[in-house]
């Protein structure tokens, strides 16, 4: 029933777009679903409008924020396409040592404590933008695997010399031949120009996970020993090892 009733409104979009009544992007996503085993297309991908997903598949990012009361920022969630595995995408980036390598503005990343073999205090250092120097703060970043197609990383906060709080959440699930990349994260400052700089902040976020996405399909790509490196780091963590401590 539900594939009959997705052929026929495939058919009036196409009849509609010929005539110039419907956008661009309903025919191929309209297709998507036809060929597409609807319970294998992650949530992430699903709450997103079918404009955005158009979007995303094109590789674009999606950015949405929402205004908390918890924070004078809003709360940001990023969506994103990365083209290769979910645990391949996750490896590199919960290599915690290796971010400073490659992420914008972010000067150290130390890991420095084991809470549990997937809970890793991290510590960072960061350039801010003027009139700010740096800043340095320590979260806490827990690794999860809900399937081999599903993978997640929470993080909060330890400590901060700028910010009273922070959370988030990074998702990393298959779909087809990709992955969907989720990100959303809550920042509570602790400055006098947090209002200053709450453009700054999106800026900033957007070019840190478009950096990101990038070097991680770069690294899937060109550096194969990275690739086996960061991946058994995962591997072990979630079998219980302390992988900072060995």
Known sequence: ???KFLTNLKKYIQFANKQGYAPAWCVPFISLLLTTNVSAIPASFLELSPAERH?????????????IK????PQVTLYGK????????????AAYDYQKNYVPAVIKSDPIKHVSPTDVHVSYERDLPWPLTSTKYTTG????KQSDDAYSINWYLVNSDSIADTKGVASFNRYQNFTIFKYTTMIVPNTVFAPLLKNNMLT???QSMTKIISHIETVAVNSPELVTTFKEKIIKALKGIKVYEE
Do not use: C, F, H, Q
């Open 70 to 73: 918890e924070s004078i920022w």
């Open 82 to 93: 990365i083209n290769t595995d979910p645990l391949l995408a996750l490896s590199v980036y």
């Open 55 to 67: 979007l995303l598949l094109k590789g674009e990012l999606i950015i949405k924020t929402k205004e």
């Open 204 to 206: 900033d976020l957007r």
């Open 141 to 144: 970043n827990v690794v999860s």
């Open 1 to 3: 029933m539900k594939r």
